[in-house]
């Protein structure tokens, strides 16, 4: 059974040929010659705005499209956004991808600008262990699953992804699923955290892993989709910030530091609005002092978008009711607990990354 929203039916519009190509761009030179009335009221953002930016279908890899805009976009991240960022955040470097599929817009914050993934490219190992098993006629084993449920709920590195990750090959296997989902500016090694992406490869691929449109069957977007939906309370945050009540969100969150790029703190994941219309985002940054620092700059850049492409107040996400600290450098998880209260410290470890140790600047969540 599909999950609503999900199938590569759901979201299809048209599947082009080369004259359908040629007939749409020159039907865009002839609409787009035509200047609006003065005084015409600007459409929101995330909706067809005459005076904004032309999207076009981006033809990159031969993987099939689903849509192409046939209007232009607003400009979701103006001068003003990214210079309120850079105060607030100083010295960290940050850029986001967003793909609209009720509109066909598309944009982009600091597009091009390549970033240390962290766990970010977690969301690329579920996408080849449900691969290798779609195409192997099998569900995933039980040990696979454990290790799934560990990496995509909780972002537990060693053993579980690292096992998944040199069960898919490591970065030669990578590299080849690249292939698969039309990824072209990626770089990966054998530390997976260390893969150098841009937000833009990250949202190509969580939305094929999240709308379909890929290599993955209706049944295996559908498995990413659960996977992805139900991660802890504490490591809910990011693209779901500011949305409204109705809207679903499926993600998954990178937060590790690494020397010299300081805390990366990172989402990639799928919004469905109440019609099970979908929008896929990605933010990624790096050179954040701590955890905390670099998860309220994700927050703002994902609020700004879901803000301009959501209708509602915003809602009360399960992340806003967990309690969190930051240990000092060199605590254990006993004493992280004893800060929470004298909660359980084996659970509280596995809650939170499940590294031997809290990491200096991490952000500990209870709840």
Known sequence: MNVPGTSQESDARWIPTLR??????????????VTPAAGAPAAPAGRPDPGGELALPDLRSGLEFRYAPITRCSRLF??????????????ARFTASVHDHRTGCRYELNGGLEITTASVIKAQVLAGVLLAAQEAGRQLSESE????ELMMHYSHNRPPTSRLYVQLGSATGMEALDQRFGI???????????????AEDR???????LIGG??????????????????????????TAGLPAGYEAALKNGFFPMSGAGWRLGTTGVVRDP??????????????????AGIGLVERIARHVNSALTTGAPAERAVDLVECVEPSRGSSWSSAAEMLGGVDAVELRRLNGGEPRPLTGQRVCWG
Not at 78 to 91: M, S
Not at 145 to 148: F, Q, T
């Open 203 to 209: 949202t190509r691929l969580v939305e094929q892993l």
């Open 275 to 292: 019609t099970g219309g979908t929008y896929a985002m990605t933010v990624m940054t790096d050179n954040n002092p701590s955890e905390s």
């Open 214 to 239: 890929g290599p993955l069957s209706p049944e295996s977007v559908e498995a990413a989709w659960e996977w992805m939906s139900s991660v802890s309370a504490a490591q809910s945050w990011g693209i």
């Open 78 to 91: 103006d001068e003003t956004f990214i210079d309120q960022l850079r105060v607030a955040h100083p010295g």
């Open 145 to 148: 699953a454990a290790d799934v």
């Open 20 to 33: 359908t190509i040629g007939a749409v761009l020159i039907a865009l030179v002839l609409t787009w010659t």
């Open 184 to 198: 072209a500016g990626t770089s990966h090694t054998a530390w997976y955290g260390r893969t150098l992406s841009t």
